[in-house]
């Protein structure tokens, strides 16, 4: 492979860095190792949708080549936007499993305390 097909090793993953490797995928189409470095970028620096609209737009292309490779890339994006969502999840509240417990056997006392009431 030469110099001329590999990706930027050194572009930031901010808009100018993305703009310039996505300018280098154009320019590269069928190098895959051109659409990993946008992604990887891409999703790094939390901006997936700035290389899924670029995507998308080639969607529009008249050349097949071009809609295939946007299509996989897209559905690239996909996995990421669902992998970056599921690990940004916040965990589970702690249990409060005393409080409920608690909070049972008081309604339970109630409960007994108004049905002996009502036998009287």
Known sequence: ????????????????????????????WSNDASHTALL??????QSLAFAAKRYRAE?????????????EVLEKITVLAFSQIESSK???PPSKRVITIIAVVVSTLLMWGCIYAMMD
């Open 1 to 28: 492979m030469s110099s001329e097909q590999d990706a930027p090793m050194n572009a930031r993953p901010g808009e100018a860095g993305l703009e310039a490797l996505w300018e280098h995928a154009l320019d590269n």
């Open 40 to 45: 990887e970028a891409a999703s790094a620096g």
């Open 59 to 71: 969607l529009q292309s008249e050349d097949p080549a071009h809609k295939k490779k946007a299509e």
């Open 90 to 92: 916040s965990p589970p």
